[in-house]
């Protein structure tokens, strides 16, 4: 498996990609492209023999930083890749970003494990954030606050857990 940059003329293949992992709520072709060509939105696929089974897609701004999306082919879940995904794009961030937040479905234990596992808390909650086919559910905000001696070296491909810290020490 191989992590590669994405950029706004991979809007197509990424909005198919976000459907099936998203189902009730699927961005266009239209919208990745817009968001690929904001300022400070970097995204990236896991793709595996020339296949895409997952994208990360993340903004900064000054000294904080949104995961924006992050999703997983449902037949290539719960074997490490959204781990790999979130560690790629954490790492990648400017050695400045000291907060990175998030909001997860509280109906997603999957994620919600992840994000625990990967030192995220929770901060907030948006009520009825996502969409549902019938009706909406909750969304938990969580943030990361990252430690001093972190990478912002965008193409490392960090290992599980470790978003590029020398040390496992958090402040």
């Not at 293949?13 to 919208?31: K, N, Q, S, T």
């Not at 995961?67 to 781990?83: D, K, M, W, Y």
């Not at 430690?147 to 857990?161: E, I, M, R, V």
Request: net charge neutral; proline share 6%; aromatic share 6%.
């Amino acid at each position: 498996m191989r992590i590669l940059a994405i950029g706004p003329g991979d809007g197509a293949w990424l909005a198919a990609l976000h459907r099936a992992c998203f189902p009730d709520d699927a961005w266009d072709a239209d919208a990745w492209a817009s968001l690929l060509a904001q300022p400070g939105v970097r995204g990236a696929a896991l793709v595996e023999a020339d296949e895409p089974i997952g994208f990360v897609l993340v903004r900064h701004a000054a000294d904080e930083a949104e995961i924006l999306t992050i999703g997983v082919a449902p037949g290539r879940r719960r074997a490490g890749c959204g781990r790999r995904l979130l560690d790629h794009a954490v790492a990648g961030l400017p050695a400045d970003v000291a907060t990175v937040h998030l909001e997860v479905a509280v109906d997603n234990p999957a994620a919600l494990a992840l994000y625990g596992r990967s030192g995220f808390a929770p901060v907030g909650r948006r009520r009825g954030y996502y969409r549902r086919r019938d009706g909406s559910v909750d969304a938990l905000m969580l943030s990361l606050v990252r430690a001093n001696g972190l990478s912002g070296n965008w193409k490392s491909d960090a290992g599980p857990g470790n978003h590029g810290r020398e040390t496992p020490e958090r402040v």
